[in-house]
Structures are given as C-alpha cells and as structure tokens.
C-alpha cells in the first residue's frame, strides 16, 4: 500500500503555557524546558467526531478518492464522547461511505498499528482503498489540577487514504504490559451484583517511568524497521516521532546520531495528541512541501500499555 493522501483538523482553542500558570503552580519555563510544548490546541465547543469527519474528508480529497470507494476504515481513539456506537462508524456515516469500519484503542501508537492492520488486507488482497483516522481528546482524560499530566495534551484529528502501493518497506509493532505507570480507570455503571471497589480517577501516568520505556522502544523499533528494510539510520530523509516530549525525541535522535533538521517537530504548539500526532504531523509535513518523491520516512509511535510501533516508507 502507500499513503495516498493526508488530512488533520485541529482545536480552535490555543492554551498557552502562562494561561495554565494562572491556576496550576507551574511555568512557561518549566513546561517548555521539560517537555518542548509552549501552548496547545484543547477541545472547547468541537465535537471530536466531527474534528475526524473533517480529517477524513480532507485526506479523500487529498487523495482524490470518494468515500463511497473506501474498502474499510479503520478509526484510532482513546476516549470520545461514546462508548458505542465505535467512532469509526460515526465516522463512515459523516463522510458518506458504507464499507465496514473498526476502532481500535492503541494509545499514542495507533497510527502505527492502524498501518499494519491495513497492510494485512493489502497483502490478503481484500481492499484496494483504506481510510484510517486518528481522533483523540486526551485533555478531557487528565486532571486540570495535576500539574504533572495536564500541561503535557492537547487534542486534534488527523487522517491519511492508502492505496494500493509497494512503498511500505518495514513495519513492526510490540507491546509490553504495564497497566501500573500510565492508566485511567473508566467507571461502568454499577449493578446490583457487583462486589468489587471501583473508583474513578482520572489518568495517572509515572513520567519518568514512561519517558524511558519510549525511548528505548523507539530505538529499537526504529532500528528493527531500518534492519528489515535493508536501510541505514543516515538513508533516512525524515524521522516522524511521536509528540510527547522534546527530549524523548532529542534522546531517540542522539542515539540514531542523526541531525536535527530530519527530525520535524510540531509539540511545542501541539503538546501530545495521542494517536493523532503522528498523522497530524504527517500532514504538516506533506502540505509544507518537506516530502520529496522517493525519501525515506521514518514513523514511530509508543504509549499507554505499553504498546510502540514503527514504520518506514518511500514517500
Ligand atoms: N510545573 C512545575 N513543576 C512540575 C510540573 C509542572 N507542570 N510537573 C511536575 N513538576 C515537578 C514535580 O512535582 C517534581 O517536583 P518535586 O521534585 O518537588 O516532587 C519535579 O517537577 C520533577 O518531576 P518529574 O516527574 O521528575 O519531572 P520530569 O523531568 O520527569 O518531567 C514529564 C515530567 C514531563 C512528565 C516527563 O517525565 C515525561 O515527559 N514523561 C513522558 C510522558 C509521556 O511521554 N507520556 C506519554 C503519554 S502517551 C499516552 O498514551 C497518553
């Protein structure tokens, strides 16, 4: 398969470092030295789902592919404002297609393995045109009185089209449970049978825990996708990392001994959109005019699990 188009919609809202100084103790200075964002783009009046009916009908168009020639959809999400009907399916209805769709919930590493879903159906010869979306509101998951998660989100949709293609060189995927340094609790309703003590917490997370397992799960993603594809780190045009923290990406860049400049970023005026970076990102970077036809692109992905992907392509 190859990416045959890209779209990303984002938050109106823009929550600046000093706006959240105003009611945490925390600072622009603290916030941008530890983690790289200076301000991000947090849901107010937007529905998530229409952010990713947005998404998908700008990717269709980038793409020049009607929706009633989609095959499948595959939505990547978190949390939204329903448990069922999935996403995906609100999705399909908003963009006017009738194929069959399907959520998945891999946290920041959704894109990834929504990649190697649809390559599965390429390489079955069941699809010829794949949409998948990634929609996320992580800020509606944190505590806006824990300094130590919220300031790190922000919210945002991005899409890409595939199409049948042989530009997806290596892709590999892995997960590692640890369900004690980043989880959020969903509370169900009780029943008259239930025995167990439940609380609703919002999401806990173990920063430092998480800031190494992404850094080592990246390196080796990356190094296992680069190893598959026959490639070098330095054949690599660009390296699109998830955003979650500027010095994971700087670590993952210091240890692939790569420059700077192939190392796009965009957190500092995103934060972590979950799932929705590395497609949002994706996107920026195609309508920015960075991709030349023929480089090499790096995409790797880790989060809540834990789970990490990565993928190399031709663009
Ligand atoms: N402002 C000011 N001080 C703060 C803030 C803040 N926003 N947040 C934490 N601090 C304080 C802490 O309270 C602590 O103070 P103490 O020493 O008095 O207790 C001090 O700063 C150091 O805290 P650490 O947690 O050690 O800070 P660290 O340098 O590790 O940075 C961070 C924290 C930014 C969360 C980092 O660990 C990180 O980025 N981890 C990875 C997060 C990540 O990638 N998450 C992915 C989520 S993916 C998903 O699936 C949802």
């Not at 990303?8 to 706006?19: F, I």
């Amino acid at each position: 398969m190859k990416i045959a188009g890209t779209g990303s919609v984002l938050p109106s809202k823009v929550v600046t470092n000093e706006m959240l100084s105003e009611f945490l103790d925390t600072s622009d200075e603290w916030i941008r030295t530890r983690t790289g964002v200076s301000s991000r783009h947090v849901i107010s009046h937007e529905k998530l789902e229409d952010m990713a009916v947005e998404a998908a009908v700008k990717a269709l168009e980038d793409a020049g592919i009607q929706a009633s020639q989609l095959d499948f959809i595959i939505c990547s999400n978190v949390v939204n404002e329903y448990v069922t009907p999935q996403l995906s399916c609100i999705i399909q209805g908003g963009i006017g297609a009738s194929c069959p769709c399907i959520d998945i919930n891999c946290a920041c590493a959704g894109f990834i393995y929504a990649l190697e879903m649809a390559e599965s159906f390429y390489k079955a010869g069941r699809v010829q045109n794949v949409l998948v979306v990634c929609a996320e509101e992580p800020t509606r998951m944190t505590d806006w009185s824990d300094r130590r998660t919220c300031v790190l989100f922000g919210d945002g949709a991005g899409a890409a089209v595939l199409t049948p293609g042989d530009n997806i060189k290596s892709i590999r995927l892995s997960a590692a449970s640890a369900t004690d340094k980043l989880w959020q609790y969903r509370l169900l309703q009780p029943t008259p049978y239930i025995e167990k003590e439940e609380v609703e917490v919002p999401l806990q997370m173990k920063g430092q825990d998480v800031f190494k397992f992404a850094v080592k799960a990246a390196a080796t993603d990356i190094s296992r996708v680069l190893d598959d594809a026959g490639l070098r780190a330095g054949d690599v045009s660009h390296f699109l990392l998830h955003q979650a923290n500027i010095r994971i990406i700087q670590a993952i860049r210091a240890y692939l001994e790569q420059p700077d400049s192939r190392f796009p970023v965009n957190i500092h005026d995103h934060g972590n959109s979950s799932s929705s970076s590395c497609p949002i990102l994706l996107d920026e970077c195609r309508r920015g005019g960075r991709f030349k036809k023929g480089d090499v692109v790096v995409m790797s992905a880790f989060g809540a699990g834990f789970v990490s992907g990565a993928v190399v392509f031709e663009w």
